[in-house]
DNA sequence: ACCAATGGTTCAAATAATGAACCGATAAGA
DNA sequence: TCTTATCGGTTCATTATTTGAACCATTGGT
């Protein structure tokens, strides 16, 4: 591994939960030399990835992700997209939608968006990071990814959120060749208790599965026919955004459903 | 200088007017051998803080940045602090307020807010990046800085962004004491034409200047009435922010013109 | 007063970065 | 069509950087 990755990986340390890390407790957590981890922390710093809150004490995320990420985000607007799309979605569900993005072996919260008209939803939080075998969008990427990361993702102990969350690396498995067939992944209770989703993968240029849209509602409000209704569209959303952001399905992808109400039907025959 | 300060370098490249760069341009801008180049993308491609549009094509910076900015934002809550108070300082001034960041030799945009109530206002960009000279927030930073970063500044050719942009350091120097004694830099016409700026310096923790707070009119708009009650507001919102951020003002720096309207007046005497 | 942490530093030994030359592919010009 | 000049990417002996055990100085708890 090259010095600069050794470097960018200390930053995957710090977390929601962690937002702060001292010089050996990092040196520990990344298994690096404590006179290392002080030089590649002085140089993340230098750059303002990270900084210290004051002189000789505890480092966290700097700054410059600011100004990166708002010129990443007006290069390749991504979050902007998603949303717009997140929020016509939630408008179509009457639910809560989330989009998020495959980052090493998680996902991440990209965007969400609330629908209006219940007296409950499903909460989100900025910058949460799902695990891929305990949400319906894991699966979903899973499902879309190269054998050989499966692998590697499986091959792991997978830690239950839930007591409904299905830890068993060949269970799981099992349940991939049916997301494939349909485009769409479940998860009932997996992540959170009492609710209930359902996600769609998107794709990359190159047709490697880069992320996914999800529709997730209270356990208690699934019926039916509301899975069927936010099964069609979380699907068409998925491939809209795809589309949208230049990417391409893998050819084995299913088509989406006919819109219910057929716009011309001369050419069907 | 270490490999890791070598390869964020490389990030610095990317701009608004130039989001692409392929290997061969990287290599020639940041004068580094193009195979050393490539395998420093390669490890910033491996983290996500760039990534290729297509294999073998230009890089652009990388969705990393999203996941980690709002972790950042998650932890210390910088923009949505500032976007706050900028939208009740365009509240009270009536006019665009704009808050940035130091990010080595420039500022970066954080936040910004517009005002209501008038036909015309001065526009904002996001991700925008403000020289230090030709700017009423970079003078503000300037005249907060540390005498070897200014001259650092101010050796170097400063260009001139519009006909009246002051671009003899000798005579940007001289203007410092006099911002040292308000708190206050103004500029007229110096970023964009038309535009009549007030800003006031943001100060960390151990009393650097890490940013500034300005409002900006059309130059026709402004009057000396104006002047006075910006300059006043803005100064305010610079301390307020400086402390909502838990930094110092240097001991130096100039205290606020008391309310016009004294809520008690007994301690005065 | 003590002990066990902390952040930070030193310097010879070990390791990773470097860069000129090279490859195959692509595109433009003659 | 042939030539030339790019491009992205790779190779490998030389070189410079990174590494890590041991070392301070400080801090905070017992």
Redesign the pocket.
Known sequence: ????S?ALSLLDFFSRAQPLI????MSRLAG?????T????GELADFGLVE?VT????YRLGPAFLRLAALREQNVPMRETAYALLETLADETGETTHMSLLQGEVLSTLAYAYADGHGTLVRMEDAEVLSLHATSSGLAVLAYSPPGFIDEVLSKRLTARTSQTKTDPEVIRASLPQIRTTGIAVSIGGFEEDVHSYAAPVFGANSACIGAVAVATPVSRMTDTLATHIKGRVLASALQLTRGWGGFPPSAFPKPEPEPIPHQSSKRA
């Open positions: 591994m090259g010095t600069t050794k001292g010089l050996s407790q690096i030399n404590k006179a290392s002080h030089r590649l922390l210290q002189p000789g004490r505890e």
